[in-house]
């Protein structure tokens, strides 16, 4: 046995490698199953003297024992080592202790040691916390500001954390296992991502909107270029200093009087001192008017080649967005950059997108379309006045225009561009006939006369459909039958080659397309036939042509006996089929031939006054249209009694159009089977042909 020592553990005990653990034996009053007085306020984190008590218990328990000098056997420098005895000294009656005699004899290998029963990781599960606290494996914890998360400090120094659910008991629970409970002032329950989720994603939506509004507003990017966060004020007009449109006077045929209004502009613009020596001053503002098609823009770009000065463009649509207020400030944004160049010209295409009369439609209140129409009557001529600016505007639809924006001083010439006639449809099929291949047997004079009512746009797409179908048949040239294919494509559609007709059908729709082209080709005062087809196309199965009058659609003058063999011609058909393959094999080919009829004998009792029994009385709807400040509703304006007689004279006037349709076919049957017979040879027949058939046929016209 070695010497006792006055140390604990003398050196030459921990070089032997042998741990001795001194552990008092806490007596079972002061375990954890005895509860401790401690309050259940939440102020005892906070409370020093809770603090106190604990640091009292823990001393009264751990000092309770005396620690003793031991003698210990050192271990034989040959043999192996073995256990080491630790004898417990017998306690000295002047500090006698009743936990001496619970010291721990033994110390086990640090490598032998049994293994923690706390969960392992940085993330607990609830159930494991609860488990942990109520086995006093948890020193303290630190709740989160939000109560949703806390942080643990087991009593082996270990730290983890836990998601907090809705509990209400767990204050209690920790308090009466005598944790430390505190709570965290700064820092959010999530930690960084409660950071990321408070700061960061609002940020990224309002930087996400502020991209938004200026890529559709006009940001960078965007349609309208570079701008601010508040460019959805400004006008998105194109500007042009010295405009290149590629488009002149000479480019536009086919409107010769729109074309002087506007070249007397340009001269304006630029021999100005010829027009102020005799005091005349320059016109504000010019309106073009006319149908789809007729060339206004084209005018507007030639303009804006030959005139030789600042040029700004825009569409009326691009004045309204989705806030209020923006059409106004864009007008206003617009005339400020064209008075800073003046002069110049300003041109706004569909100008009835924010023109339309004030106080008309269906909606009430405030309408952004007014505010941004006041706003350009007050840029055009208002207090201020827009000396060196002059304003042209287009659009199809001068009806609903605002009457204050039509007054003299603001759109002082109102210039009208009509369908071409005749004329005017050769020079147009002159200029896009520029670098196409023409055969010989193409005759623009022709082509004209067989296109009455086609506007610019219209002819250019005649043109280009020839060329197509010329480069699809792989020719060299474009010739007349390829315009005159696809003229019929533009009229009634693509031709139907893969359908497949009967010869029964054939013969039906031939004698149905006879009838009309005999009638109408027998009426005296009524157009020629054009051509006759039984290939079916779009809808129809066959088409017969007829070529208008000019000076009737240039003059919109119909007389009587002209709508009454409209009627007869429409119902050619119907009985051509009733008179050859009898009353109960007709056919519902008539059915839109029906419907036009109708359409023209009611017009003629109702407004034409070509009845004798109601006169020269317009009767009808007194409503109109609701977008131009009228009733929305069409209202009756006349009695049950005269309905009764309208009705009866729409009917005597087809009755008298079947019956002259009728007499005709049946006097010249003989026409009528070869032209049928025609027809189903050949499928089509010019104008030309036909009327060989009246030749050898010597048939006479219609007498009433």
């Known amino acids: 046995m070695a010497t006792p020592t006055n140390s604990l553990i003398s050196p ?55 620690p003793q000098a031991y003698a210990v056997d050192a271990p034989a420098p040959a043999a192996p080592p073995a256990p080491v005895q630790a004898e417990l000294p017998k306690p000295s009656p002047s500090t006698p202790s009743p936990f001496s005699q619970n010291i721990v004899l ?73 944790v430390d409970i505190s709570v965290s002032e700064g820092e959010s329950g999530n930690g960084l991502f409660g950071f990321i989720g408070n700061l960061i994603f609002p940020a990224l939506a309002l930087g996400g909107l502020f991209l938004l509004f200026r890529r559709a507003q006009g940001g960078p990017g965007g349609p309208g270029g570079l701008g601010g966060p508040m460019d959805f004020g400004r006008s998105k007009s194109k500007f042009q200093e010295v405009p290149e449109t590629g488009v002149t006077f000479a480019d536009v045929a086919g409107a010769d009087q729109a074309k002087l209004e506007l070249q007397e502009v340009v001269d304006f613009l630029k021999n100005p001192d010829k027009y102020t020596a005799l005091g005349a001053k320059i016109p504000k503002g010019c309106l073009l008017v006319g149908p789809p098609g007729t060339g206004k823009t084209l005018l507007a770009r030639a303009v804006a080649g030959e005139a030789g000065v600042p040029f700004f463009s825009c569409a009326a649509s691009e004045f309204v967005e989705l806030f209020v207020g923006v059409g106004a400030s864009r007008v206003r944004d617009l005339f400020e950059k064209a008075k800073s160049k003046a002069p110049c010209i300003v041109f706004i295409d569909e100008i009835d997108a924010v023109g339309r009369q004030r106080g008309a439609g269906l909606g009430g209140g405030n309408d952004e379309r007014e505010q941004t129409i006041n706003q350009l009557l007050t840029e055009m001529d208002g207090f201020s006045g827009n000396s060196g600016v002059i304003v042209l ?58 296109t009455p009512g086609f506007t610019g746009a219209d002819l250019q797409n005649l043109m280009n459909e020839a060329a197509i179908l010329a480069a699809r048949r792989d020719l060299k040239e474009i010739s007349k039958d390829e315009i005159s294919d696809a003229l019929e494509r533009i009229i009634a559609g693509p031709e139907k080659k893969n359908a497949v007709v009967s010869e029964e059908k054939k013969k039906l729709v031939a004698y149905h397309e006879a009838g009309h082209a005999l009638v109408g080709a027998l009426m005296p005062e009524y157009d020629p036939v054009a051509k006759i087809s039984i290939i079916p196309r779009g809808q129809a199965g066959g088409l017969t042509f007829f070529a208008p009058s000019e000076e009737r659609l240039e003059s919109g003058l119909y007389s009587r006996s002209y709508l009454e063999n409209q009627m007869a011609v429409a119902l050619g058909g119907r009985v051509a089929e009733e008179v050859i393959f009898g009353v109960d094999n007709v056919t519902t080919g ?57 009705d009866g004279e729409v009917r005597e006037l087809v009755e008298r159009a079947y019956s002259r349709a009728k007499h005709i076919l049946t006097t010249h049957i003989d026409i009528l089977h070869r032209l049928a017979q025609l027809l189903i040879e050949k499928e089509s027949v010019d104008g030309e042909e036909f009327m060989s058939l009246f030749i050898d046929g010597k048939a006479e016209l219609y007498v009433a």
């Open 12 to 66: 030459q005990f921990l070089s032997g490698g042998t741990l001795i653990l001194i552990a008092p034996r806490i007596p079972k009053s002061f375990r954890s199953d005895r509860k401790l007085p401690f309050p259940k306020s939440a102020a005892l984190s906070k409370s020093s003297n809770s603090k106190a008590a604990f640091t009292a218990a823990a001393a009264l328990v751990f000092c309770s024992a005396t």
């Open 106 to 178: 033994n110390a086990p290998d640090p490598l032998t040691r049994p293994a923690s029963d706390l969960p392992e990781g940085s993330q607990w599960r609830y159930s494991e916390f609860l488990n942990a606290v109520k086995k006093g494996k948890v020193e303290r914890v630190r709740f989160s500001k939000d109560g949703s998360f806390l942080q643990l400090t087991a009593v082996d120094g270990r730290r983890a954390a836990v998601v907090v659910p809705n509990d209400p008991d767990l204050i209690d629970i920790l308090a009466m296992n005598g």
């Open 393 to 450: 505007a287009a659009t199809n639809r001068p009806d609903v225009l605002d009457s204050a924006l039509l007054r003299p001083g603001r759109f002082d010439r109102q210039v009208t561009v009509d369908r071409p006639d005749v004329a005017g449809r050769v020079k147009i099929l002159q200029v896009h006939s520029r670098g196409k291949a023409l055969a010989k047997d193409v005759d623009l004079e022709k082509i004209s006369r067989r």
């Open 590 to 646: 008539a059915s839109n031939d029906f419907m036009q009829v109708s359409r023209v004998a009611r017009q003629m009792v109702e407004k034409f006054g070509f009845s004798k029994k109601i006169g020269q009385v317009a009767i009808g709807g007194s409503g109109g249209n609701p977008f131009l400040g009228q009733q929305m509703s069409s209202q009756k304006d006349y009695s049950m009694a005269t309905a009764d007689i309208v």
